[in-house]
């Protein structure tokens, strides 16, 4: 697993504020689901991309089918697919999104080339990663057990 420290890890989450999350599921049981929903409940401006499900409303906002059919900027590119779907993904993120500073790719999610034409690109990358988990213990949520409430759930 790549090594972040913590001082890292923070400051990419607080300078970037509009995600687009790649393979986002409408299902609020699968993980890209409710990690989506708590970045979108922080704060964040969360654009969902899933082509399975374009068209569709999520959390206020419009499914896309990819990350070219997003018309504003896009901080941050949040990978919830296999490690070798990221090449291309990367590729569509470097070509079309305004503005991109972070390619993160969700726990599991690795793929040395990409991350190294994305850093090349000037971006920051995060790989094998939540950023809901980060979020939570570098924002105070999360208490010495792990987690503050004392019960483990996917709903908020």
Known sequence: MPDYTDQHLKDVLTRNK????????????????????????KGYRVLPVNPGHAGKSLFGQTIHASLSDIQEPVDMVD????????PPIVAEALEVC?????????????????????EAAGLTVIQNR???????????????????????SSKL
Do not use: D
Not at 19 to 41: C, E, F, K, M, Q
Not at 79 to 86: G, L, N, P, Y
Not at 100 to 112: K, P, R
């Open 18 to 41: 509009t995600i687009a999350v790649v393979g986002v599921s409408t299902n609020p049981v699968r993980p890209s689901y409710y990690v989506a929903r708590y970045l979108g409940l």
């Open 79 to 86: 990978i919830f697919r296999r490690s070798e779907a990221v």
């Open 98 to 118: 305004k503005g991109l500073q972070t390619i993160w790719m969700q726990i599991g999610v690795e793929h040395a080339e990409a991350a190294a034409n994305a």
């Open 130 to 152: 939540c950023p809901k988990i980060e979020y939570q213990r570098l924002f105070g949520e999360l208490r010495m057990g792990g987690f503050a409430t004392g019960i483990i």
